[in-house]
T-cell receptor, first 115, second 112 residues
């Protein structure tokens, strides 16, 4: 049973480019969460999605960031016009039901470096 | 407000010792707590969780204790091994119950 998959594992972008991060949840999980981790810090919640719906995006920056979880395919976190401050590790987690009832399992992360 | 934090940023122990990692939380309404382990370059790995209707929960070599009176959570690791070296995070739910709030982490270093 494969765990949460994320790709790419490492992504390098120049300022102003777009970054697309993909997350495939564990089999049978329909809830996906994105977190961001800056060096030497804990994870910060960004967005919570269920198939085709955004449930909570209170942690997402208002501009340049968007997320989706289509009916078919992986969840995508998209960062437009990246800036150096976007450099971080981005983790995806999934759970069968919501986090209040089920454990979240994390993927290996995508490490974004903005030059 | 919602916040989860850890008392010490680093903890160094000898192999075979018992380790205790502490965490304080501020939201008295929190009812679900989780401990994660994160090794360098990897994602957080679930260790153990506890709900507020319990004071203690045991897993394999790990025990979580919850003291709701002082809003304190601890993770005890028995017979610590070099493979336990990692950053340990406690987390609880946000008020909406939709996401986890993580503390900054304690780096556990185990020497042989």
């Amino acid at each position: 049973n494969a765990g949460v998959m994320q790709n790419p594992r490492h992504l390098v972008r120049r300022r102003g480019q777009e970054a697309r991060l993909r997350c495939s949840p564990m089999k049978g999980h329909s809830h996906v969460y994105w977190y961001r981790q800056l060096p030497e810090e804990g994870l910060k919640f960004m967005v919570y999605l269920q198939k085709e719906n955004i449930i909570d995006e209170s942690g997402m920056p208002k501009e340049r960031f968007s997320a989706e979880f289509p009916k078919e395919g992986p969840s995508i976190l998209r960062i437009q016009q990246v800036v150096r401050g976007d450099s971080a590790a981005y983790f995806c987690a999934s759970s069968p039901q919501g986090v209040s009832t089920d454990t979240q399992y994390f993927g290996p992360g995508t490490r974004l470096t903005v030059l | 407000g919602e916040s989860v934090g850890l008392h010490l940023p680093t903890l160094s122990v000898q192999e075979g010792d018992n380790s205790i990692i502490n965490c304080a939380y501020s939201n008295s309404a929190s009812d679900y707590f989780i401990w994660y382990k994160q090794e360098s370059g990897k994602g957080p790995q679930f260790i153990i969780d506890i709900r507020s209707n319990m004071d203690k929960r045991q897993g394999q070599r790990v025990t979580v204790l919850l003291n709701k009176t002082v809003k304190h959570l601890s993770l005890q690791i028995a017979a610590t091994q070099p493979g336990d070296s990692a950053v340990y995070f406690c987390a609880d739910l946000n008020q909406a119950g939709t996401a986890l709030i993580f503390g900054k982490g304690t780096t556990l270093s185990v020497s042989s």
